[in-house]
């Protein structure tokens, strides 16, 4: 789970959106959603011949510190993933669509019938401190993953789905039966069951780790390890040669790199706070961004020296209905028939009040627009072109509740329940910037429209923490709630709304679900028409039964100096700061 992206900007009055938001009828927003909005700009490139020693200089945008874990099986918070991901890492080359392929510094062959996949490292992958990559580092982070004294999140369903590591877990088992070591650069891994989501990773380590240093430190002093800390080990084009705690990280190219030297020798990675950034840029302080948000967008992108790149990122923004408990006992959802909200038609007429696109237009400048499904337009194979969501149309979410017998008995403006009593829906939002207050109240604003009362959790908004613990508590405060997902590169929605997930916060379960999630789940779905047929049957499904109605999906941007020769997010591209060029000794002003 992600948090949501700052809200954005001060300059945006409420009555500005209200009204631009509420006027016109119900073919406001009848647009192509594809074509609401900004639109991707994948490639950033400029002229001019690469020098030699210049040092690449990257903006974290980040108002708190970074937390320092340096190590593949225990960092979580985004700013140590961020660290890792663009610099050291470099095992899988994805495709379009994020599934592992050949090419990188490692290659590997899936064998469904078997259940298997065969991993062969590539002869010249090699850590830093010149000690070759092998397979013993790939066992070692199963080994600690699922010990015992193991306190991170790694150990996961699909890291479960590994045969024997459960044994291994619970002291059954000295060894992980289903991990074969067949040379010092190539092992088999053995699954119980082989999903799709395993050609997406799914219970193979993304990285390895560095067992010569790691294999006599216990498990439970890992994290605190100079190792982790101080001097992590690095396979990848860059190693973190120096650390100002919580501030900086400075990196130098891997000598012994598989793939040879970077063009770019030494990268100093920054916290620069989100009041910074832009004046940073504008002076030539840095190279590119990452974290930059849509409320800077305005600022940033008239900027003389900087160019934009732009991408869908791998999330959205929802709405979700409360309809059951999860079960701690069974450990999965229960579904509730007599749920405030159990009602489809209510939950549909509440979808079709509000208008994204302006939303999206209005508060976030185009970098965001209506949701039209819960498989998000990054995900080509199984984005729905045909699914058009739930666009804004006020009449017919009256004719919806109307039929549902919600109607307004007394002549307030107010609909009663199917039973003429008063019905009053909790809606919980979070706090986080200048516009989640208007935005919050907008879709409160909206629903009156349509004649249901609406009101705020607790009377305000929440705060981050405190949201979700509420949300997940299955609070009984809470009818309605805002919060996004962050996707992850696999798309398989099971961890977000399966019976057995507990991320699936809205609690709606169904035995056609069910069905659809084994269809996905397959060995079967291993197949990519067969599959993309499953998450497309997934995607009407929820859309038809609305147990949330995804609102918001967001774009992702990057600022690239001019003095950065070329930068590519395309998806699939695998390009990354060893491939960066620099044209000038510093940033251009």
């Known amino acids: 789970m992600k948090k949501l992206s700052k809200i954005v900007a001060l300059c945006l009055a409420t009555t500005f959106l209200f009204s631009a938001c509420s006027k016109g009828g119900s073919n406001e927003s009848k647009k192509d959603d594809k074509k609401v909005g900004i639109q991707d700009n994948l490639v950033v490139e400029n002229e001019g011949k690469a020098v030699e020693n210049a040092t690449l200089k990257v903006a974290y945008i980040n108002d708190s510190p970074f937390t320092g874990i340096f190590h593949q099986a ?5 700013p140590d993933m961020e660290i890792l991901a663009y610099s050291t890492n470099g095992t899988f080359k994805i495709d379009e669509n994020y599934r592992l392929v050949n090419g990188g510094g490692a290659d590997i062959e899936f064998k469904p019938e078997e259940k298997k996949a065969i991993i062969t490292i590539h002869e010249k992958y090699t850590w830093n401190d010149g000690t070759p990559v092998t397979s013993a580092d790939f066992l070692e982070y199963y080994k600690i993953v699922a010990h015992k004294d193991y306190t991170g999140v790694r150990f996961d369903d699909d890291m479960r789905n590994v045969v024997g ?9 000295k060894e992980i039966s289903g991990f074969k070591t067949l040379s010092d650069k190539k092992f088999e891994i053995n699954f119980k069951k082989f999903n799709p989501g395993i050609l997406w990773g799914g219970g193979i380590p993304f990285e390895p780790v560095p067992s010569h240093k790691l294999k006599d430190i216990p498990v439970k002093e890992q994290e605190a390890h100079d190792i982790t800390r101080k001097n992590p080990l690095s396979p990848g084009p860059y190693y973190i040669k120096e650390i100002v705690p919580g501030q900086q990280v400075v990196f130098e190219a891997n000598p012994h790199y598989y793939k040879g030297q970077p063009k770019v020798k030494k990268v100093v990675w920054k916290i620069v706070p989100s009041s910074q950034i832009v004046a940073a840029l504008q002076a030539g302080e840095y190279d590119l961004t990452v974290g930059l948000n849509s ?13 934009l790149g732009i991408q869908d990122e791998l999330s959205y923004t929802y ?17 509730d028939p007599n749920a405030k909200m159990a009602d489809v038609k209510l939950r549909q007429a509440m979808a079709y009040a509000i208008d994204n696109n302006q939303v999206g237009e209005k508060f976030y400048q185009g970098l965001r627009r209506n949701a039209t499904q819960l498989m998000i337009p990054a ?10 969501g739930y666009t804004y149309d006020l009449e017919k979410a009256k004719k919806l509740l109307d039929e549902a017998g919600y109607k307004d008995t007394n002549n307030d403006g107010i609909r009663e329940d199917k039973n003429g009593k008063p019905f009053k829906i909790k809606f919980a939002s979070m706090s986080g910037g200048a516009i989640a207050e208007p ?4 879709y409160i604003q909206q629903w009156k429209s349509i004649g249901l009362d609406v009101e705020l959790t607790t009377g305000r908004l929440i705060e981050f923490n405190s949201f979700y613990e509420k949300v997940q508590a299955d609070d009984p405060e809470i009818d309605i709630y805002q919060a996004a997902w962050g996707t992850g590169s696999n798309p398989n929605p099971t961890g977000l709304y399966g019976r057995k997930a507990q991320f699936n916060f809205s609690r709606f379960s169904s035995e056609e679900l069910d069905k659809i999630f084994d269809k996905i789940n397959s060995v079967e779905a291993v197949d990519k028409d067969y599959r993309a047929k499953a998450y497309k049957e997934f995607a009407n499904y929820m859309f038809e039964n609305v147990p949330v109605v995804p609102t918001l999906f967001r774009k992702g941007i990057v600022a690239v100096n001019n003095r950065v020769k070329k930068w590519d997010i395309t998806p699939g591209s695998n390009f990354g700061l060893f491939d960066v060029e620099l044209t000038a000794d510093s940033p251009v002003k």
Request: no cysteine; charged share 35%.
């Open 74 to 78: 225990f960092a979580s918070g985004n």
């Open 165 to 173: 590591i459960e044994e291994y877990n619970k002291g059954e088992s």
């Open 295 to 307: 409320d800077l967008y305005s600022k940033v992108k008239d900027l003389k020296n900087v160019k």
């Open 319 to 335: 709405i979700g209905f409360k309809l059951g408990k999860w079960d701690n006992t069974k450990k999965e959802v229960v579904t």
């Open 379 to 388: 995900f080509k194979e199984y984005y729905d072109e045909s699914l058009k």
């Open 439 to 442: 935005i919050a109240n907008y």
